[in-house]
């Protein structure tokens, strides 16, 4: 997969302009990579492009972002504890992106002395906004996750909490509690889950990160199940962490 699929798309806005205006043609945002991991203080580089047919205007600016339970991101303007959207500057915040043009977007963090060690997260946000006048006015938002890493020692401590059976639009699921009480962001991939009972059924949950000191739901579609079950969960290992496994017994 590649790289530039991590990138989050915050806002796509249609704001009424002139009337009487030429038709518009496409416009387009793009970054890569959309994922940057710095280990301390260091510098990156982000390729934004422009692959649509219009000149445009484009703004970067650091930002602190928030995950829900489910993982969906939300910009915040209150930089929490884990945040590295102040230790970011974005260089050049203002620049024109000619049609297929491209602009190499410097990033670069400085960690404080006494930063927390591990892992602190910040999006950097870059907007686009057309030159020519147009019928419609587009403007284009995306986000370029920054993950920095502070020296210190590494805390690995996830585990699995609550499991129970839920029910939303007449669809049946599992939600799968997971906490990570580590300071470094955990990759949780091909997690699955054995439902043993009258039809077994083994069942995947799409892939996320869960941030330090924090929790989340996993979903597990359910299939026909009925009574008394044993469910198993098992989430692979990662780089410097092992396999989990827990068991429970639900009836659904």
Known sequence: MRRTLFCLLLALALVPAAAGSGPRKAVGLTATPARVAL?????????????GEQAVAVDAASAGFALDLRGRPRIVRRHGPRSAAGWLTVRPRH?????????????????????????????????????ARARVSIRLRLGVVVLVRAPGAVVRRLRLGRLRAARRGGVRALELVVINSGNVTERLRRV?????????????????????????????RLRAA??????????????????????YRLRL
């Open 39 to 51: 280990r301390g203080s260091g510098t990156a580089v982000v390729r934004i492009r422009n692959p």
């Open 95 to 131: 620049f024109r992106l000619a049609p297929h043009g491209a602009v190499a977007l410097i990033v670069t963090a400085r960690v404080p002395p006494r930063a927390e060690p591990g892992d602190h997260d910040a999006l950097v946000l870059v907007g686009a906004r057309p030159l």
């Open 192 to 220: 699955r889950v054995t439902v043993s009972g009258p039809r077994p059924a083994s069942i995947g949950a799409g892939a996320r990160e869960l941030r330090p000191h924090s929790r989340g739901v996993l979903d597990f």
């Open 226 to 247: 009925h009574g008394a079950v044993t469910v198993r969960v098992r989430v692979p290992a990662e780089p410097g962490r092992g396999v989990l496994r827990r068991t």
